[in-house]
């Protein structure tokens, strides 16, 4: 193998390692309150999304942007890190997607299940 080659071969495994990792990095989510999970972008409790919530912990601004979005769902949501909440269900989980059955393929996050609803 050249020189050149196994630069690019270098270089291509160390693009691949940094895309990972920052697919993977950390992205807080925390509770300021009982029943309260906040992230960057927005706060909410077992009822849902909440404005004055996402005043409260991040301000007015924040909670303007999120809110002049357009519509969304105040019960179904997913926070920065990729865990997904629905209020209905009363259950948080690892991700948001279905599996082929038709059902929330996403594992149950006991965590994040237990800060924001008290299950």
Same mark, same amino acid.
């Not at 949501?77 to 629905?86: E, L, M, P, V």
């Given at each position: 193998m050249n020189e050149r080659t196994l630069l690019a071969c270098l270089v291509a495994s160390l693009s691949s390692v940094a895309i990972w990792a920052h697919a993977?990095?950390?992205i807080p989510v925390w509770s300021p309150a009982k029943g309260v999970l906040c992230d !960057?972008?927005?706060c909410a409790s077992d009822m849902g999304v909440s404005r004055s919530l996402t005043e409260k912990y &991040? %301000?007015?601004r @924040?909670? @303007?942007r999120l809110f002049s979005? %357009?519509?969304f769902s105040l019960t179904e949501f997913t926070f920065a890190n990729g865990i997904f909440c629905d209020v209905n269900e !009363? &259950?948080?989980r690892m991700n948001r997607y279905y599996g082929a059955d038709g059902k929330r393929s996403g594992a149950i996050s006991k965590?994040? @299940?237990a800060l924001l609803f008290g299950n």
């Amino acid at each position: 193998m050249n020189e050149r080659t196994l630069l690019a071969c270098l270089v291509a495994s160390l693009s691949s390692v940094a895309i990972w990792a920052h697919a993977h990095t950390a992205i807080p989510v925390w509770s300021p309150a009982k029943g309260v999970l906040c992230d !960057r972008f927005m706060c909410a409790s077992d009822m849902g999304v909440s404005r004055s919530l996402t005043e409260k912990y &991040l %301000g007015v601004r @924040t909670a @303007t942007r999120l809110f002049s979005k %357009g519509e969304f769902s105040l019960t179904e949501f997913t926070f920065a890190n990729g865990i997904f909440c629905d209020v209905n269900e !009363r &259950l948080c989980r690892m991700n948001r997607y279905y599996g082929a059955d038709g059902k929330r393929s996403g594992a149950i996050s006991k965590r994040y @299940t237990a800060l924001l609803f008290g299950n």
